[in-house]
């Protein structure tokens, strides 16, 4: 399985980027995590072959998650980034209860 994120760079706080993962494969759960240094990795927000989002409490209303099946790929839109968005993002995929992939990650940097 491979899994090519990209859209990472540097912004202004208040700016916006849109993540994409490319997977070599369909997947029935597509998510976006994020470490930012010195912390454990976090979940962003996932969404499955549905459509059905889910998004951790400080990111809602920022983020959209989405996903293109016939692509096997799955965006992550960022609106009015903060400084604290800065972290290094990684794309996850699960198929089924014990297949579980990880992305290369990449980097978001948001200055004040």
């Known amino acids: 399985v491979q899994l090519q994120a990209s859209g990472g760079g540097l912004v202004q706080a208040g700016g916006s980027l849109r993540l994409s993962c490319v997977a070599s494969?369909?997947?029935?759960?597509m998510s976006w995590y994020r470490q930012a240094p010195g912390r454990e990795r976090e979940l962003v927000a996932g969404?499955?072959?549905?459509?059905?989002?889910s998004y951790a409490g400080s990111m809602k209303g920022r983020f959209t998650i989405s996903r293109d099946n016939a692509k096997n790929t799955v965006y992550l839109q960022m609106n009015n980034l903060k400084p604290e968005d800065t972290a290094v993002y990684y794309c996850n995929v699960r198929r089924g209860p014990w297949m579980q992939y990880w992305g290369q990650g990449t980097l978001v940097t948001v200055s004040s």
């Open positions: 969404i499955d072959t549905g459509g059905t989002t």
């Open positions: 494969g369909s997947f029935d759960y």
